[in-house]
Protein backbone atom coordinates (compact mmCIF):
# COMPACT_ATOMS: atom_id res chain seq x y z
CA UNK A 1 0.00 0.00 0.00
CA UNK A 2 2.56 2.79 1.38
CA UNK A 3 4.98 1.62 -1.91
CA UNK A 4 2.36 2.59 -4.23
CA UNK A 5 2.30 6.58 -2.56
CA UNK A 6 5.56 6.39 -4.13
CA UNK A 7 5.85 7.80 -7.76
CA UNK A 8 8.66 5.08 -9.73
CA UNK A 9 9.58 8.28 -12.08
CA UNK A 10 10.43 11.12 -9.87
CA UNK A 11 9.75 15.05 -10.17
CA UNK A 12 12.63 16.01 -8.62
CA UNK A 13 14.19 19.27 -7.47
CA UNK A 14 17.94 19.58 -7.45
CA UNK A 15 20.07 22.47 -6.20
CA UNK A 16 23.13 23.85 -7.63
CA UNK A 17 25.85 26.24 -8.08
CA UNK A 18 27.99 27.34 -11.24
CA UNK A 19 31.30 27.61 -9.36
CA UNK A 20 32.54 24.56 -8.40
CA UNK A 21 32.22 20.56 -9.61
CA UNK A 22 28.64 20.64 -8.01
CA UNK A 23 27.65 21.62 -12.02
CA UNK A 24 29.05 18.86 -13.80
CA UNK A 25 27.63 16.15 -10.83
CA UNK A 26 24.32 17.83 -11.11
CA UNK A 27 24.20 17.99 -15.19
CA UNK A 28 25.71 14.93 -15.49
CA UNK A 29 23.44 12.76 -12.83
CA UNK A 30 20.04 15.10 -14.10
CA UNK A 31 21.09 13.62 -17.61
CA UNK A 32 20.89 10.33 -16.52
CA UNK A 33 17.92 10.16 -13.74
CA UNK A 34 16.24 11.64 -16.86
CA UNK A 35 17.07 8.49 -19.52
CA UNK A 36 15.50 6.36 -16.98
CA UNK A 37 12.51 8.49 -16.52
CA UNK A 38 12.60 11.05 -13.60
CA UNK A 39 12.67 14.87 -14.47
CA UNK A 40 14.61 17.45 -13.00
CA UNK A 41 14.29 21.17 -12.37
CA UNK A 42 17.53 22.69 -11.46
CA UNK A 43 17.82 25.45 -8.55
CA UNK A 44 20.89 27.31 -8.64
CA UNK A 45 22.84 29.51 -6.10
CA UNK A 46 25.25 31.72 -6.19
CA UNK A 47 26.96 33.64 -9.07
CA UNK A 48 24.96 33.57 -12.11
CA UNK A 49 26.05 30.54 -15.01
CA UNK A 50 28.21 31.20 -17.86
CA UNK A 51 26.48 31.22 -21.28
CA UNK A 52 27.91 28.03 -22.36
CA UNK A 53 26.44 26.35 -19.05
CA UNK A 54 22.96 28.07 -19.41
CA UNK A 55 23.24 26.67 -22.95
CA UNK A 56 24.00 23.15 -21.77
CA UNK A 57 21.38 23.21 -18.75
CA UNK A 58 18.62 24.31 -21.28
CA UNK A 59 19.54 21.10 -23.60
CA UNK A 60 19.52 18.91 -20.13
CA UNK A 61 16.09 20.12 -17.73
CA UNK A 62 14.64 23.58 -16.30
CA UNK A 63 17.31 25.91 -15.17
CA UNK A 64 15.97 28.30 -11.82
CA UNK A 65 18.15 30.72 -10.47
CA UNK A 66 17.35 31.65 -7.15
CA UNK A 67 18.45 34.76 -4.65
CA UNK A 68 19.72 32.85 -1.58
CA UNK A 69 23.93 32.45 -2.09
CA UNK A 70 25.72 29.09 -1.20
CA UNK A 71 26.41 28.77 2.87
CA UNK A 72 29.79 28.62 1.54
CA UNK A 73 29.99 32.58 -0.06
CA UNK A 74 29.18 34.21 2.96
CA UNK A 75 29.64 34.51 6.40
CA UNK A 76 26.57 35.91 7.58
CA UNK A 77 23.74 32.98 8.56
CA UNK A 78 21.11 35.28 7.86
CA UNK A 79 21.60 36.19 4.03
CA UNK A 80 20.49 32.23 4.04
CA UNK A 81 16.87 33.03 5.97
CA UNK A 82 15.43 33.03 2.35
CA UNK A 83 16.33 29.88 0.53
CA UNK A 84 13.28 27.92 2.84
CA UNK A 85 10.60 29.89 1.61
CA UNK A 86 12.52 30.11 -2.45
CA UNK A 87 12.71 25.86 -2.24
CA UNK A 88 9.41 25.60 -0.93
CA UNK A 89 7.76 27.70 -3.64
CA UNK A 90 9.98 25.43 -6.17
CA UNK A 91 8.35 22.51 -4.46
CA UNK A 92 4.66 23.69 -4.70
CA UNK A 93 4.60 25.20 -8.13
CA UNK A 94 6.51 21.87 -10.07
CA UNK A 95 4.35 19.55 -7.67
CA UNK A 96 7.94 18.02 -6.83
CA UNK A 97 7.94 14.41 -5.52
CA UNK A 98 11.75 14.73 -3.47
CA UNK A 99 14.12 17.38 -3.07
CA UNK A 100 18.03 16.22 -3.63
CA UNK A 101 20.44 19.20 -2.04
CA UNK A 102 23.43 19.10 -3.17
CA UNK A 103 24.87 21.11 0.32
CA UNK A 104 23.14 19.87 3.60
CA UNK A 105 23.30 23.10 5.09
CA UNK A 106 20.55 23.82 2.02
CA UNK A 107 17.85 21.33 4.43
CA UNK A 108 17.76 24.36 7.29
CA UNK A 109 14.17 25.09 7.75
CA UNK A 110 12.81 23.24 4.91
CA UNK A 111 9.05 22.13 5.79
CA UNK A 112 8.07 19.87 2.72
CA UNK A 113 5.62 17.19 2.68
CA UNK A 114 8.75 15.49 0.84
CA UNK A 115 11.91 13.64 0.59
CA UNK A 116 14.76 15.75 1.32
CA UNK A 117 18.13 14.53 0.17
CA UNK A 118 21.47 16.04 0.97
CA UNK A 119 24.81 15.71 -0.37
CA UNK A 120 27.98 16.28 0.98
CA UNK A 121 30.22 17.38 -1.68
CA UNK A 122 32.45 19.59 0.70
CA UNK A 123 32.01 21.78 3.69
CA UNK A 124 33.62 24.67 5.47
CA UNK A 125 34.53 22.47 8.41
CA UNK A 126 36.22 19.62 6.52
CA UNK A 127 37.87 21.82 4.24
CA UNK A 128 39.57 22.90 7.41
CA UNK A 129 40.43 20.33 8.67
CA UNK A 130 42.43 18.60 5.80
CA UNK A 131 43.93 21.71 4.69
CA UNK A 132 44.59 23.91 7.82
CA UNK A 133 44.27 20.93 10.62
CA UNK A 134 42.02 23.05 12.30
CA UNK A 135 38.23 22.89 13.62
CA UNK A 136 35.80 25.05 12.73
CA UNK A 137 35.84 27.81 15.45
CA UNK A 138 35.00 31.51 16.03
CA UNK A 139 33.17 33.04 12.87
CA UNK A 140 33.18 29.03 11.27
CA UNK A 141 30.95 28.08 14.28
CA UNK A 142 27.42 28.99 12.65
CA UNK A 143 28.32 26.63 9.40
CA UNK A 144 29.23 23.77 11.52
CA UNK A 145 26.45 24.01 13.76
CA UNK A 146 24.36 25.01 10.33
CA UNK A 147 25.53 21.33 8.31
CA UNK A 148 25.13 19.77 11.64
CA UNK A 149 21.33 20.43 11.50
CA UNK A 150 20.81 19.83 7.89
CA UNK A 151 22.33 16.62 8.49
CA UNK A 152 19.78 16.20 11.53
CA UNK A 153 16.69 17.34 9.05
CA UNK A 154 17.38 15.16 5.87
CA UNK A 155 15.26 12.06 5.46
CA UNK A 156 19.22 10.49 3.86
CA UNK A 157 22.65 11.76 3.60
CA UNK A 158 25.06 11.34 1.28
CA UNK A 159 28.97 11.04 0.70
CA UNK A 160 30.83 10.90 -2.67
CA UNK A 161 33.45 8.79 -0.81
CA UNK A 162 33.95 6.64 2.30
CA UNK A 163 36.85 8.77 2.85
CA UNK A 164 34.87 11.62 3.14
CA UNK A 165 32.07 9.89 4.60
CA UNK A 166 34.13 9.13 8.01
CA UNK A 167 35.58 12.54 7.97
CA UNK A 168 32.28 13.77 7.89
CA UNK A 169 31.41 11.94 11.17
CA UNK A 170 35.05 13.03 12.76
CA UNK A 171 34.15 16.76 12.15
CA UNK A 172 30.44 15.93 13.09
CA UNK A 173 29.77 13.53 15.17
CA UNK A 174 27.46 10.03 14.12
CA UNK A 175 25.10 11.11 11.02
CA UNK A 176 22.01 9.29 10.85
CA UNK A 177 20.86 7.74 7.17
CA UNK A 178 24.87 8.18 6.15
CA UNK A 179 25.61 6.41 2.71
CA UNK A 180 27.99 5.98 0.56
CA UNK A 181 27.67 6.67 -3.14
CA UNK A 182 30.74 6.98 -5.50
CA UNK A 183 30.17 9.64 -8.48
CA UNK A 184 30.65 8.98 -11.95
CA UNK A 185 31.06 10.29 -14.96
CA UNK A 186 30.67 9.71 -19.02
CA UNK A 187 33.16 8.57 -21.31
CA UNK A 188 36.21 10.53 -21.86
CA UNK A 189 37.51 10.98 -25.66
CA UNK A 190 40.32 8.95 -27.37
CA UNK A 191 42.99 11.19 -28.74
CA UNK A 192 44.75 10.14 -31.56
CA UNK A 193 47.97 11.11 -30.46
CA UNK A 194 49.21 11.99 -26.90
CA UNK A 195 51.78 14.52 -26.34
CA UNK A 196 54.59 15.45 -23.95
CA UNK A 197 52.74 17.61 -21.82
CA UNK A 198 51.37 16.91 -18.13
CA UNK A 199 47.87 18.51 -17.47
CA UNK A 200 46.29 19.70 -14.71
CA UNK A 201 42.54 20.56 -13.75
CA UNK A 202 41.21 22.58 -10.41
CA UNK A 203 39.74 26.16 -9.40
CA UNK A 204 43.29 26.92 -8.29
CA UNK A 205 41.96 29.97 -6.37
CA UNK A 206 41.34 27.03 -3.69
CA UNK A 207 44.10 26.97 -1.46
CA UNK A 208 43.04 22.87 -0.92
CA UNK A 209 44.05 22.57 -4.63
CA UNK A 210 47.47 23.10 -3.65
CA UNK A 211 48.89 25.25 -6.76
CA UNK A 212 51.95 26.12 -4.60
CA UNK A 213 53.51 22.42 -4.68
CA UNK A 214 51.85 22.06 -8.88
CA UNK A 215 54.05 25.28 -9.42
CA UNK A 216 57.18 24.68 -7.80
CA UNK A 217 57.34 20.95 -9.18
CA UNK A 218 56.95 22.51 -13.12
CA UNK A 219 59.55 24.17 -12.27
CA UNK A 220 61.74 20.27 -11.99
CA UNK A 221 59.70 18.80 -14.69
CA UNK A 222 60.88 18.56 -17.97
CA UNK A 223 57.89 18.34 -19.63
CA UNK A 224 55.64 21.57 -19.47
CA UNK A 225 53.17 21.66 -17.45
CA UNK A 226 49.11 23.25 -18.45
CA UNK A 227 46.72 24.08 -15.99
CA UNK A 228 43.13 24.79 -16.82
CA UNK A 229 40.66 26.08 -14.19
CA UNK A 230 40.47 29.76 -12.86
CA UNK A 231 42.97 31.51 -10.73
CA UNK A 232 40.71 33.99 -9.41
CA UNK A 233 38.03 32.72 -6.49
CA UNK A 234 34.60 34.68 -5.69
CA UNK A 235 35.91 36.31 -2.45
CA UNK A 236 39.10 37.54 -3.85
CA UNK A 237 41.00 34.84 -4.06
CA UNK A 238 43.93 34.32 -6.59
CA UNK A 239 46.52 31.68 -7.16
CA UNK A 240 49.51 32.68 -8.76
CA UNK A 241 51.58 30.32 -11.48
CA UNK A 242 55.03 31.41 -12.42
CA UNK A 243 55.92 27.91 -13.83
CA UNK A 244 53.07 25.95 -14.82
CA UNK A 245 50.95 27.59 -18.13
CA UNK A 246 47.60 29.11 -16.74
CA UNK A 247 44.83 28.18 -19.11
CA UNK A 248 42.55 29.89 -17.24
CA UNK A 249 38.57 29.02 -17.24
CA UNK A 250 38.22 27.18 -20.34
CA UNK A 251 34.73 24.79 -21.97
CA UNK A 252 34.20 21.16 -20.41
CA UNK A 253 34.72 19.58 -23.68
CA UNK A 254 37.97 21.48 -24.31
CA UNK A 255 39.49 20.19 -20.98
CA UNK A 256 38.01 16.82 -21.84
CA UNK A 257 39.97 16.52 -25.13
CA UNK A 258 43.32 18.45 -23.27
CA UNK A 259 42.83 15.64 -20.56
CA UNK A 260 42.55 13.40 -23.64
CA UNK A 261 45.90 14.03 -25.42
CA UNK A 262 48.07 14.90 -22.68
CA UNK A 263 50.50 11.99 -21.40
CA UNK A 264 50.45 12.28 -17.70
CA UNK A 265 47.37 13.88 -15.50
CA UNK A 266 48.08 15.53 -11.87
CA UNK A 267 46.07 16.30 -9.59
CA UNK A 268 48.03 17.79 -6.27
CA UNK A 269 44.72 18.14 -4.35
CA UNK A 270 45.12 18.16 -0.59
CA UNK A 271 41.53 18.27 -0.19
CA UNK A 272 39.11 15.88 -2.33
CA UNK A 273 36.05 14.42 -1.32
CA UNK A 274 35.72 12.81 -4.58
CA UNK A 275 37.95 14.44 -7.12
CA UNK A 276 35.83 14.41 -10.34
CA UNK A 277 38.54 15.10 -12.59
CA UNK A 278 40.70 12.73 -11.91
CA UNK A 279 37.79 10.24 -12.89
CA UNK A 280 37.21 12.28 -16.29
CA UNK A 281 41.45 11.95 -16.79
CA UNK A 282 41.41 8.24 -16.50
CA UNK A 283 38.24 7.40 -18.51
CA UNK A 284 40.78 8.75 -21.39
CA UNK A 285 43.48 6.51 -20.36
CA UNK A 286 45.81 9.24 -19.02
CA UNK A 287 47.99 8.21 -16.36
CA UNK A 288 47.25 9.71 -13.32
CA UNK A 289 49.48 11.09 -10.68
CA UNK A 290 48.12 11.90 -7.60
CA UNK A 291 48.89 13.30 -4.33
CA UNK A 292 48.61 11.03 -1.60
CA UNK A 293 45.42 11.69 0.46
CA UNK A 294 42.83 9.12 1.77
CA UNK A 295 40.34 9.51 -0.72
CA UNK A 296 42.88 9.15 -3.79
CA UNK A 297 44.13 6.05 -2.50
CA UNK A 298 40.88 4.98 -1.52
CA UNK A 299 39.68 5.24 -5.43
CA UNK A 300 42.66 4.84 -7.18
CA UNK A 301 45.20 2.50 -5.27
CA UNK A 302 47.24 0.44 -7.94
CA UNK A 303 45.87 2.42 -10.51
CA UNK A 304 47.96 5.37 -10.30
CA UNK A 305 50.91 6.54 -8.88
CA UNK A 306 51.04 8.82 -5.71
CA UNK A 307 53.44 11.19 -4.01
CA UNK A 308 54.05 13.32 -0.55
CA UNK A 309 51.27 16.30 -1.22
CA UNK A 310 53.53 18.59 0.33
CA UNK A 311 56.71 17.61 -1.40
CA UNK A 312 57.10 19.40 -5.28
CA UNK A 313 60.05 17.05 -5.87
CA UNK A 314 58.36 14.06 -5.18
CA UNK A 315 56.01 15.21 -7.44
CA UNK A 316 58.48 15.58 -10.17
CA UNK A 317 60.25 12.51 -9.71
CA UNK A 318 57.02 10.30 -9.91
CA UNK A 319 56.03 12.41 -13.28
CA UNK A 320 59.72 12.68 -14.73
CA UNK A 321 60.04 8.97 -13.80
CA UNK A 322 57.09 8.62 -16.29
CA UNK A 323 58.39 10.74 -19.22
CA UNK A 324 61.02 8.57 -19.32
CA UNK A 325 58.79 5.45 -19.85
CA UNK A 326 56.10 5.00 -22.26
CA UNK A 327 55.26 1.83 -21.60
CA UNK A 328 54.99 2.37 -17.69
CA UNK A 329 52.34 5.75 -18.88
CA UNK A 330 50.52 3.20 -21.29
CA UNK A 331 50.31 0.44 -18.53
CA UNK A 332 49.34 2.81 -15.78
CA UNK A 333 46.94 4.40 -18.32
CA UNK A 334 45.35 1.33 -18.58
CA UNK A 335 44.94 0.18 -15.05
CA UNK A 336 43.10 3.97 -14.54
CA UNK A 337 40.99 3.45 -17.13
CA UNK A 338 39.57 -0.30 -15.91
CA UNK A 339 39.36 1.66 -12.48
CA UNK A 340 37.44 4.21 -13.82
CA UNK A 341 34.99 1.46 -15.72
CA UNK A 342 33.81 0.88 -11.95
CA UNK A 343 32.31 4.71 -11.89
CA UNK A 344 29.57 4.97 -14.15
CA UNK A 345 27.01 7.40 -14.22
CA UNK A 346 24.32 4.27 -14.68
CA UNK A 347 25.41 2.71 -11.34
CA UNK A 348 25.90 6.53 -9.63
CA UNK A 349 21.92 7.25 -10.84
CA UNK A 350 20.75 3.73 -9.73
CA UNK A 351 22.39 3.33 -6.11
CA UNK A 352 20.54 7.44 -6.09
CA UNK A 353 17.42 5.72 -7.02
CA UNK A 354 17.58 3.16 -4.61
CA UNK A 355 17.86 5.72 -1.90
CA UNK A 356 15.43 8.09 -3.76
CA UNK A 357 12.93 5.33 -2.90
CA UNK A 358 14.09 4.04 0.59
CA UNK A 359 13.72 8.01 1.68
CA UNK A 360 10.17 7.96 0.34
CA UNK A 361 9.15 5.11 1.67
CA UNK A 362 10.39 6.29 5.08
CA UNK A 363 8.24 9.66 4.84
CA UNK A 364 5.23 8.09 3.56
CA UNK A 365 5.09 5.54 7.20
CA UNK A 366 5.36 8.74 8.94
Known amino acids: MLQSLIPRQRRILMTVDAVG ?10 RELITGGDSVVLAGLGPKPSAEQVEEADTVAELVWLETPPDWMTRNEPDLDGLPQELCALVRDYAIDLAHLNAPAQAVGLDLPC ?13 LRAVKAQDAGGEWTWQRDRNRTGF ?4 AVIA ?15 IPGLSVVNNGTRPGPVAARREAV ?8 DEGKNSVTLDHAASLIRWPVFAAGSVHGPDGQVAHFSNVAALGSIGHQEVRLLMARAAVFVSPSVYEPFGLAALEAATSATPLVLADIPTYRELWDGA ?12 AKCVDGLCCDDQHRKRLGQAAARR ?11 AMRDIYGRSALSVAEH
Request: with cysteine; net charge positive; hydrophobic share 50%.
Open 21 to 30: GVWRYALDLT
Open 115 to 127: PVVAVSHSCVVTW
Open 152 to 155: DRAN
Open 160 to 174: PSRSHAAMLEACYGP
Open 198 to 205: VFAAARWW
Open 304 to 315: ALFYNASDPHDL
Open 340 to 350: ARRFSLAKQAA
